[in-house]
């Protein structure tokens, strides 16, 4: 007969389907109750013992695949955490290179635990149940031989027992029945030896794994506690070493320098221009005109009194027309702020003062514009003469110790970076 496949003949394809029609009639017929069943109740709680282990043995190793996934999470949650700390960890604080050897052992130190769990635990389990496919499949296999030795009997019997006995299709079936009985027997007795086996090793594998799981676990949290404490010594120490102020703070870079010089440029410019468009012209009657004792902003003022032999004599609103005096006064701002104008009519303090900050740090001007401060030192704040010369993060003031002594604006005043001061009026 020609081959169907490799290894396969029709006439094998016919006998397993003659089997398996076979097994069917032998289990309707168990069902129905006209054929007795053979019991083995010894190995049927070996069965079950065996499908009670696959599943708990199943559902721990996808409960470790979760633990194992957890600690994958907690690595990287950890390794920003620590990378994030190393970003704001400025490298002039004390403890710099510390902290980035912390953060490097503790990415290490995750690293060996989540591999050494892999290796002790999930590749142990893996192997644990790499075992039971193999004898489910056996188990299987026998109940299989079962119902075919079970058949062979039931074949036999009927022969035996009929009215017209064929001894050659008894001594068949007969041969038949050793067949199926051997083949039953040697597969039975190999997984009556090694489901109990099994059955007993699960309580060796379960301590066996949950005490490595445990160790490691303990060595990583005695490691890390170990780092932790590093980190925390070298946190407290720089919490010192910041109160004790022994590291500089830094003042926000400035954009627009030499803020006096290129003041008095453009005043001098001002000047200069005004005084070109600027063409007094004397009396008819030759008189001097008296000076006016306050200036106006942005008016010229005309000569409100002459000097004439019969003294000081009004003019008449025809010989001496004034203009409308206009004084325009705006807000000071710092920073964008709006601030009240109350106190920069105080007579001992500086025109425009705002309020009071004093250095909690020492700052070296870096310009001629800016003010030298030590720690301790009082400044009045003062607005900028032009809000838009005003750098995000500096202020404008007068040193109180400067404006005390020599009450000069303009020598005195100068710009200072606020978070080197503390607000105190």
């Given at each position: 007969?020609a081959?169907?496949?490799k290894g396969v003949t029709a006439?094998k394809?016919?006998s397993?389907v003659?089997?398996k029609?076979?097994r069917?009639?032998?289990?309707?017929l168990?069902?129905?109750?006209?054929?007795?069943?053979?019991k083995?109740?010894?190995?049927e709680?070996c069965?079950?013992?065996?499908n009670?282990?696959?599943?708990?043995g199943?559902k721990l190793?996808?409960?470790l695949r979760?633990?194992l996934a957890?600690?994958?999470?907690?690595?990287?949650a950890?390794k920003?955490l620590?990378?994030?700390?190393?970003?704001?960890y400025?490298?002039e604080?004390?403890?710099?290179?510390?902290?980035?050897?912390?953060a490097?052992?503790?990415d290490?130190l995750?690293?060996d635990?989540?591999?050494?769990l892999?290796d002790?635990?999930l590749?142990?389990?893996?192997?644990y149940?790499g075992?039971?496919p193999?004898?489910?499949?056996r188990?299987?296999?026998?109940?299989?031989?079962l119902?075919?030795?079970?058949?062979a009997?039931h074949h036999y019997?009927?022969l035996?027992?009929a009215?017209?006995?064929?001894e050659a299709?008894?001594?068949k079936a007969?041969?038949?029945?050793?067949?199926a009985?051997?083949?039953?027997?040697?597969m039975n007795i190999?997984?009556?030896e090694?489901?109990?086996?099994?059955w007993?090793?699960?309580?060796?594998?379960?301590?066996n794994t949950?005490?490595s799981i445990?160790g490691?676990e303990e060595n990583f949290h005695k490691?890390?506690?170990?780092?932790n404490?590093?980190?925390?010594?070298v946190?407290?120490n720089?919490e010192k070493?910041?109160?004790?102020s022994t590291?500089?703070?830094?003042a926000?870079p400035?954009k627009?320098?030499?803020l006096f010089?290129?003041l008095?440029?453009?005043?001098?410019?001002?000047s200069t221009?005004?005084?070109?468009?600027?063409t007094p012209?004397?009396?008819?009657d030759?008189?001097?005109?008296?000076?006016?004792e306050t200036k106006t902003?942005?008016h010229?003022?005309?000569p409100?009194?002459?000097?004439?032999?019969?003294?000081g004599?009004p003019?008449?609103p025809?010989?001496s027309?004034l203009?409308a005096v206009?004084?325009e006064t705006f807000?000071?701002?710092v920073?964008?702020?709006?601030?009240?104008g109350?106190?920069?009519e105080?007579?001992d303090?500086p025109?425009?003062?705002?309020?009071?900050?004093?250095?909690?740090?020492?700052?070296?001007a870096?310009?001629?514009?800016?003010?030298?401060?030590?720690?301790?030192?009082?400044?009045?704040?003062i607005?900028f003469?032009?809000?838009?010369?005003?750098d995000?993060?500096?202020l404008?003031?007068v040193?109180e110790?400067?404006w005390?002594?020599h009450k000069?604006f303009d020598?005195?005043?100068?710009?200072f970076?606020?978070?080197f001061t503390e607000r105190?009026?």
């Amino acid at each position: 007969m020609a081959e169907m496949g490799k290894g396969v003949t029709a006439g094998k394809i016919a006998s397993n389907v003659q089997k398996k029609l076979t097994r069917a009639q032998e289990k309707v017929l168990q069902k129905l109750g006209k054929a007795d069943e053979t019991k083995d109740e010894q190995f049927e709680q070996c069965v079950q013992n065996f499908n009670k282990q696959l599943f708990e043995g199943s559902k721990l190793q996808k409960d470790l695949r979760t633990y194992l996934a957890s600690v994958k999470a907690m690595h990287e949650a950890s390794k920003k955490l620590t990378e994030c700390l190393q970003e704001v960890y400025e490298p002039e604080w004390p403890g710099s290179s510390e902290t980035n050897k912390i953060a490097e052992n503790n990415d290490l130190l995750w690293t060996d635990f989540h591999q050494k769990l892999v290796d002790q635990a999930l590749l142990t389990m893996d192997t644990y149940l790499g075992q039971f496919p193999d004898i489910k499949s056996r188990i299987a296999k026998r109940g299989r031989k079962l119902v075919d030795y079970d058949s062979a009997r039931h074949h036999y019997e009927s022969l035996q027992t009929a009215k017209k006995k064929d001894e050659a299709k008894i001594a068949k079936a007969e041969e038949e029945l050793v067949k199926a009985q051997k083949v039953f027997e040697e597969m039975n007795i190999d997984l009556q030896e090694e489901l109990p086996s099994l059955w007993n090793s699960r309580v060796g594998f379960y301590v066996n794994t949950f005490q490595s799981i445990a160790g490691l676990e303990e060595n990583f949290h005695k490691e890390m506690s170990k780092l932790n404490q590093n980190l925390n010594d070298v946190l407290v120490n720089l919490e010192k070493e910041h109160g004790s102020s022994t590291y500089p703070v830094k003042a926000q870079p400035r954009k627009k320098t030499k803020l006096f010089s290129r003041l008095r440029k453009k005043m001098s410019s001002d000047s200069t221009s005004a005084k070109a468009n600027k063409t007094p012209s004397s009396p008819p009657d030759g008189t001097p005109v008296t000076s006016p004792e306050t200036k106006t902003v942005n008016h010229e003022p005309e000569p409100s009194t002459l000097e004439t032999p019969g003294g000081g004599i009004p003019k008449s609103p025809s010989q001496s027309s004034l203009p409308a005096v206009v004084v325009e006064t705006f807000p000071a701002t710092v920073n964008g702020t709006v601030e009240g104008g109350a106190p920069s009519e105080r007579a001992d303090m500086p025109p425009g003062f705002l309020f009071k900050v004093q250095a909690m740090h020492d700052y070296a001007a870096t310009d001629n514009d800016e003010l030298q401060l030590k720690t301790g030192d009082v400044v009045l704040v003062i607005p900028f003469d032009n809000p838009e010369e005003q750098d995000e993060g500096w202020l404008m003031g007068v040193k109180e110790s400067d404006w005390l002594q020599h009450k000069e604006f303009d020598q005195c005043r100068g710009v200072f970076p606020e978070n080197f001061t503390e607000r105190v009026q």
